[in-house]
């Protein structure tokens, strides 16, 4: 675990901000070489790319401030803290933010938007996968503490003043439970992709097959702030797990509804 990659002087690289770039090159560059496999203006995928990258930062950060908002109520200088201005944010926030440009991009460009989501589908898996080993770098989005062959000890004082990270204490290595996930679901939609039926089942699949990952490894992590308001249950992220479960099945019954129509 290595938070800080580089310091030379005032100029201090951080892992994760260097992991996080290398997931949206890669990503961008993985959907933009696609694009042209599906048919699409690989120009106006990378540069539709560039935008969904910068709403998931930027919602992505909303969505941290508004699942704690009582704290930053509270506590408004936190606002512009280094802990909060060098975060990711919260993954799904990321998400929707991205998915909303996207659905405007394939509007205003004209392209098809399922078949967009197909293609950008493998990227956002990618880039997940990337950016949870930045995670592990960094020391954010950690476990909770097991008793398990596997378990990580995370030791860095910098970790623990900027995100909290218990130090010295046995914890799930909940990083890379996702990131693990993220890359599996990866190579499965590059594999899904060669064989889809029809325009949106790479999308299904991913919307279901990420949803239910994230909602098992979720039952693993220890960072504060993971509850309802309303319910000790469920987190925010397994809710939201849950919904996307339900979209993608949705979405793969009626895209191979239609599929079997067109076939009669």
């Avoid at 933010?97 to 293609?119: C, F, I, N, Q, T």
């Avoid at 990866?186 to 999308?203: C, H, I, P």
Wanted: glycine share 10%; charged share 15%; with cysteine.
């Amino acid at each position: 675990m290595h938070p800080i990659l580089i310091k030379l002087g005032p100029l201090t690289l951080h892992s994760y901000g260097v992991l996080l770039a290398a997931a949206v090159l890669l990503g961008t560059w993985l959907a933009s070489h696609r694009a042209r496999k599906a048919g699409l203006d690989a120009d106006k995928v990378w540069n539709l790319c560039i935008y969904i990258v910068l709403a998931a930062l930027l919602v992505a950060k909303i969505w941290l401030i508004l699942s704690d908002f009582a704290f930053y109520r509270q506590n408004p200088r936190e606002l512009f803290s280094l802990a909060t201005l060098q975060s990711g944010g919260v993954f799904y926030g990321g998400f929707l933010g991205g998915l909303a440009v996207a659905v405007w991009g394939a509007w205003k460009w004209k392209l098809p938007a399922m078949r967009l989501l197909d293609v950008l589908s493998p990227s956002l898996m990618l880039g997940a996968a990337i950016g949870r080993l930045g995670c592990y770098c960094a020391g954010c989005c950690y476990g909770r503490p097991a008793a398990v062959p596997w378990a990580i000890v995370f030791t860095d004082e910098y970790a623990n003043r900027m995100f909290g990270t218990p130090l010295g204490v046995e914890l799930h290595p909940t990083q890379l439970y996702n990131f693990v996930a993220a890359a599996l679901i990866f190579v499965f939609l590059l594999w899904l992709a060669a064989r889809r039926k029809f325009d949106g089942q790479v999308f299904a699949a991913m919307l279901v097959l990420y949803g239910a990952t994230r909602y098992v490894t979720e039952i693993y992590r220890g960072d504060p702030g993971r509850a309802l308001g309303f319910t000790t249950a469920l987190s925010q992220a397994q809710l939201t797990g849950i919904i996307l479960v339900a979209a993608g099945a949705f979405l793969w019954w009626r895209g191979a509804r239609k599929a079997a129509g067109g076939r009669q």
